[in-house]
């Protein structure tokens, strides 16, 4: 079992930067995947990002175009996902999710095994 808390969400202009941060505890946070997923007002939950169990990959939402960074730090058991020039339809609720570390299918949501409360992020215009 592994549980997961994010926190950083917030209202920020167009334009502007947000960090998001998410605490693991449970079981061992270096075999898992951290992804981050997104999903706004009557619609789907659509990847963001995922940062690999040992660091060393990363992936993106085609929409995502250079704004976001995720990362990790294995010995605080957190991912991070640096957000900027934030657009108004980055407005959403972002989920923080754990995959295990074979499991290759990135931005799919349902492969994820793990999922945080969300964290509200609005982008004003």
């Known amino acids: 079992q592994v549980q997961l808390v994010e926190s950083g969400g917030g209202l920020v202009q167009a334009g502007g930067p947000l960090n998001l941060s998410c605490a693991a505890s449970g079981r061992a946070f270096s075999s898992y995947n951290m992804g981050w997923l997104r999903q706004a007002p009557g619609k789907e939950r659509h990847f963001v990002a995922q940062?690999?169990?040992?660091?060393?990959?990363?992936y993106y939402g085609d929409f995502v175009e250079g704004r976001f960074t995720v990362s990790r730090d294995n010995i605080k058991n957190t991912v991070y996902l640096q957000m900027n020039v934030l657009r108004p339809e980055d407005t959403a609720v972002y989920y923080c999710a754990a995959a295990p570390k074979y499991n290759r299918a990135y931005n799919v949501p349902g492969h994820y095994t793990y999922w945080g409360q969300g964290t509200q992020v609005t982008v004003s215009s």
């Open positions: 940062v690999d169990w040992s660091a060393s990959r990363s």
